[in-house]
């Protein structure tokens, strides 16, 4: 059973709530359309279960959600919380608007707090450096002030070149892409494709593409056409990353109201996606210049396509993305320990 999560490869943890689905401690269900979700405490996105035993689930969800007292709800959502911490959530009908604001205005809220925070710890550092630089520095203050930005600057380009944001595969062999490679990311208009757009991004060619980083800073990038189902996964793990800072509840409202619009998800990236011009020149749309509440719809809309997806068949995609993140995990979790610590836990698993 997949126990991590599959956008941020973090711990879903356990519950005791529910012996059929014993994964995340917080699981939100809907009964009428057969989903079940795993809710990432780390980075609130949720988990779309590939298990067959899902129906079994859903019903000891709706069971365990009635019995409890410790509930709140409106007319189509409700939360419980159970005896050991676990917390449930109930999707009934709601409308378009009252689900996004269950589901994806935690996560964006989340995002903009943590932007917010960071933001307070620069300014406090910059705040700090210009009282040591002015002690300490003298004539030199600038200096001092730009030491910080600078170093700044470093680490944070040093750790998105390596951060791994896909991994993809097309005619030519495996490919990853990083964090850095997503401020060039164009959506692109491709008629004669699967839904009509493409994402055109450098990515990086290796036959064993790496775990959830890259061995360093690649030379040899070149600028690849991701479509049909690459590109819908590329939307789908590249938008949490553009959308970092995430938003306040009326850009999750606007979001809300321009998917709707839009009508679906392939209907909404046609809508932004940049044609070619005939000259043979492009006319390009970066995802990390749209607005916000434009990049806040695409991301909703991606997921919500993969779960459709799912939904209709195609589990197979679902369980290799669960059973990728726990090989990434894996990969992390054994890059902290040291080789004695793992060979000491592999005898000790045999001797059980």
Known sequence: MYSTCTFCHASLGRNEA????????????????GRLWAVC????????????????AIEEGEKRFRDTRLRVSTDQIGLARMRDGTELIRIGEPQRPEFAAWRYGDRFRARWRRTLLWGGAGVAAVVSAKM???????????GGLQLPHALYAL?????????????????????????????????????????????????????????????????????????????A??????LPHVNATGGMSQTVREAVRVLEEAGSADALFRKIAAPRSGDGSWRLTGL???????????????HEEAERRALEGELAALEAQWKGAEEIAAIADDLTLPMRVSERLERLLKDR
């Open 155 to 231: 680490l944070r380009d040093g750790y998105r070149s390596r951060l791994v944001v896909g991994r993809f595969v097309d005619a030519d062999g495996s490919m990853y892409v990083t964090a850095a490679s997503l401020d060039g990311a164009m959506l692109v208009s491709e008629p004669d494709a699967p839904g009509g757009w493409g994402i055109d991004v450098q990515a990086i060619r290796a036959s064993h593409p790496p775990g959830r980083f890259a061995p360093g800073p690649a030379a040899t990038d070149k600028t690849v056409s991701l479509t049909g189902a690459n590109g």
């Open 288 to 302: 990390s210049r749209q607005p916000a509440d434009y990049r806040l719809a695409m991301e909703m809309a991606a």
């Open 132 to 142: 040591w630089g002015s002690a300490l520095l003298g004539a030199s203050l600038l």
């Open 41 to 56: 405490l780390a980075c609130r996105q949720w988990n779309l279960s590939p298990l067959e035993t899902r129906w079994e």
């Open 233 to 238: 996964e590329a939307a789908r793990s590249f």
């Open 18 to 33: 529910l012996e059929r689905f014993p994964v995340g401690r917080k699981v939100a269900f809907d009964s009428s359309k």
